[in-house]
């Protein structure tokens, strides 16, 4: 008896940059049957101490069984964040840091922003801009006043591309 062969459902993940993350989760359906793998597609991943954050998804999550099917979920890293992993993958956001020349600033590390292309999506080549939490409280040194920043005040409305350093000296 020659009946349908059972056919495959394959559910890979990988980074942006092609790397597998996980093994490979596969079904075994019969030809015809219905299939839907959306519970073995995660929002995120957290792999060798590293977060992921889900980027697209290639194939068909469900359907009914005709010839093997593979769905491809890309993931891209999210480490960075002003408190850690932000749900914002790390290719569109760039660092801003501060410092203080004879006074000081309100906080330490690094602040996150993400860019973003004219229509509002997410772009490693856009603009962003800090919010007013990103912003440091500045208090000059004994003996210094006044205080001039480089390459200016930072503001919500200062367009940002690249990574920058705020420096204010007093």
């Known amino acids: 008896f020659y009946g349908p062969q059972a056919r495959t459902v394959t559910v ?26 959306g519970d073995q597609i995660f929002d995120t991943l957290d792999i060798d101490d590293h977060h992921y ?9 469900s359907g009914t069984v005709t010839s093997n099917v593979t769905v491809d979920v890309v993931y891209a890293l999210d480490d ?3 408190n850690g992993p932000d749900g ?4 569109y ?26 229509n509002g999506n997410e772009s490693e080549s856009g603009t ?7 912003i440091p409280d500045t208090q000059a040194g004994e003996g210094y006043e006044g205080g001039s920043w480089n390459p ?10 690249a990574a920058t350093e705020f420096v204010v000296t007093y």
């Open 93 to 118: 956001q760039v660092e801003v840091t501060y410092g203080a020349v004879n006074g000081t600033v309100s906080f330490n590390g690094p602040k996150y922003v993400t860019l973003y292309d004219e």
């Open 152 to 161: 200016e005040m930072p503001t919500i409305s200062y367009p940002i591309k």
């Open 12 to 37: 890979t993940y990988h980074d942006d940059k092609g790397a597998e993350l996980q093994e490979s989760f596969t079904l075994r359906r019969p030809y015809g049957s219905s299939y839907n793998v």
């Open 53 to 61: 954050v889900k980027e697209s998804v290639t194939g068909e999550v």
């Open 80 to 82: 960075k964040g002003d």
């Open 128 to 134: 962003g801009y800090l919010k007013a939490d990103q």
């Open 88 to 91: 914002t993958a790390d290719k």
